[in-house]
């Protein structure tokens, strides 16, 4: 069993900057490929981006390429995303979610395929 705690989110100004962790505990998540989901009031949640066991395949919803990166640092068994250039549109409940490595990257934009999630962090963008 892992759990998943996500930390780091705020109030920010547009065009301003965010580091959101996610930190495992239970067991080591270099097993599993992590995503980052969000969902505004009133949305669905929606893909983010995700990253593999080994951090060498990372995917991003094209919203979010060029500004958010993710990455993971497995000895600290946590995984980032680190917000850049934020938009009022960004703001969102952000969720971190693991599923195992042997899924590949099939449906890794769809919610219902990972397997554990943590309980979201808030993100507000101020224009």
């Known amino acids: 069993q892992v759990q998943l705690v996500e930390s780091g989110g705020g109030l920010v100004q547009a065009g301003g900057s965010l580091r959101l962790s996610c930190a495992a505990s239970g067991r080591s998540l270099s097993s599993y490929r992590v995503g980052w989901f969000r969902q505004a009031p009133g949305k669905e949640r929606e893909f983010v981006a995700a990253i593999s066991g080994s951090s060498n395949n990372e995917v991003y919803a094209d919203s979010v390429k060029g500004r958010f990166t993710i990455s993971r640092d497995n000895a600290k068994n946590t995984v980032y995303l680190q917000l850049n250039v934020l938009k009022p549109e960004d703001t969102a409940v952000y969720s971190c979610?693991?599923?195992?490595?042997?899924?590949?990257?099939?449906?890794?934009?769809?919610?219902?395929?990972?397997?554990?999630w943590g309980q979201g962090t808030q993100v507000t963008v101020s224009s």
């Open positions: 979610a693991g599923r195992s490595n042997f899924k590949g990257d099939l449906g890794l934009v769809f919610p219902h395929t990972y397997d554990f």
